[in-house]
């Protein structure tokens, strides 16, 4: 399998690859880690005619604190968030949740910026962004602009992205501490994308949820926060007439692929579960 | 498409090569460098037989495009043997534990191994299975082949390798 042929370009800075793509026009793509993109190429199922790499862009790659907020560059890999002490700390569950992204060696590769810019319902940091408030920089012929994670996905790898953008850093709000959080994911094997998976952070207060946010991956065209679902819980103790109602309000919006994970049904009735069973892991974390 | 001349390391010698910018690594690695212990599975970024080193990274070489290699440092399957010829540990420990049976996807699995011990001198088992899990096996069941990076592991340490129970 070889993929077909393209013009190879490696700009140094960010404006050279604005620059590049913008001239280039649609049939150009930036190439991050590549492991979504590359495997596309190699089925023909995408045929950019030139690839814009941004491993030579300076300044994409780390992560740094800026107050009560981290800002991750766009070409940090998914290895790198997971030796990070800073992210084990401030933002435990992207921990989780990156140690859940394909295989080792992919992840040696795999980019932030790259999983959440693909536009793929199948990835887990979107739903994830959606449930930390996270924005993403873009950077385009016009100017750089913020979007929040939640405005930004809006069709199957139909994104907020204008042709020329790029997105360069994900800014994530640090969650208060103590919080409780968990990534639930069911998958088949080893490098599946999720059947289904749910992503919550919530806090309590008194033994009754303060707050509480819920996000869903692979359960519909694009990621999803369960605003209704999260909403039943607080001022609830999470008992289990709690769960259900959650898993219940959450199944309402899901409305996932048939496809080789399982028909629709299926997906939705594990949908619920991973709902449940994240908010109970969550509970259990409350520091 | 015209082509584009790389200059790499691999297994300690400066190569280079004309290659389209379409190359795979793998290919470039197989067919311009004639090493084929690194092996091609499924070409679809799953089954890690292609796993090389790259600038201390396990990457799988399918995925990745030669002229992305430019300038980088790296190991195959082919640099795994000790200066004087002699087996590695970690090639030692594939022979003594049988931790292969068809061998395909042992050159993959080696590679990994290595940089899995690198990062991680004396792994659990549940972190050598995870350590691994990009890798697929079709022969063993896996079992030897975590038996062989115990034994890697322990032989780098400088202590004997004691199998465990089962």
Redesign the interface.
């Known amino acids: 399998m070889i993929p077909g042929s393209f013009s190879y370009h490696r700009p140094a800075s960010v404006s050279d690859a604005v620059k590049l793509l913008a001239s280039l026009g649609e049939d150009a793509r930036p190439l991050a880690g590549g492991h979504s993109l590359v495997p596309m190429m190699k089925l023909r199922l995408a045929a950019p005619t030139h690839l814009v790499d941004l491993h030579g862009v300076a300044g994409l790659r780390g992560l740094r604190r800026d107050g009560n907020a981290i800002v991750i560059g766009a070409m940090t890999t998914q290895h790198e968030l997971l030796a990070s002490d800073e992210i084990a700390k401030a933002l435990p569950i992207l921990h989780e949740t990156a140690l859940l992204i394909a295989d080792p060696q992919v992840r040696y590769r795999g980019t932030i910026g790259g999983n959440v810019a693909n536009g793929d319902p199948g990835n887990d940091l979107p739903a994830l962004m959606m449930v930390l408030g996270a924005t993403y920089r873009l950077e385009g012929p016009s100017g750089a602009r913020d979007v929040a994670a939640a405005e930004f996905y809006q069709g199957a790898y139909f994104t907020a992205l204008e042709p020329g953008e790029i997105l360069t850093s994900v800014t994530i709000p640090v969650p208060p501490s103590g919080h409780g959080y968990a990534y639930e994911k069911l998958k088949r094997k080893v490098g599946d994308y999720a059947t289904a998976a749910a992503a919550v952070v919530l806090t309590m207060a008194g033994g009754k949820v303060a707050s509480c946010t819920i996000g869903l991956t692979n359960l519909h065209e694009t990621p999803l926060l369960a605003a209704e679902a999260s909403q039943v819980v607080i001022g609830t103790a999470l008992d289990a007439a709690a769960l259900k109602q959650a898993a219940a309000a959450a199944q309402a919006i899901m409305a996932p692929a048939a496809d080789a994970r399982g028909p629709v049904e299926y997906r939705k009735h594990v949908g619920g579960i991973m709902v449940m069973r994240a908010l109970e892991r969550a509970k259990s974390r409350l520091a | 498409?015209a082509k584009?001349h790389v200059t790499m390391k691999v297994n300690g010698a400066e190569v280079e090569g004309l290659v389209?910018?379409?190359t795979?690594l793998v290919?470039f690695i197989r067919e311009n460098l004639a090493l084929t212990g690194t092996h091609i599975g499924c070409?679809?970024?799953?089954c890690?037989a292609c796993?090389v080193d790259l600038d201390g990274?396990?990457?799988?070489s399918?995925?990745?495009?030669a002229?992305?290699a430019e300038g980088s440092d790296i190991t195959t399957i082919e640099g795994m043997a000790n200066a004087d010829g002699s087996l590695s540990a970690l090639q030692e420990g594939f022979r003594m534990m049988h931790g292969l049976q068809c061998g395909f996807c042992t050159p993959g699995m080696i590679l990994?191994a290595h940089r899995?011990l690198k990062e991680n001198p004396s792994p659990t088992e549940a972190e050598i299975r995870?350590?691994?899990?990009?890798n697929i096996c079709r022969c063993t069941g896996y079992q030897n082949i975590v038996k062989a990076i115990q034994y890697a592991s322990a032989k780098i340490s400088g202590v004997e390798y004691k199998e465990a129970a089962e």
């Open positions: 498409m584009t389209e910018p379409r795979l290919h070409e679809t970024t799953h890690g796993t990274m396990s990457v799988k399918c995925t990745v495009f002229v992305q990994r899995l995870m350590g691994i899990s990009g």
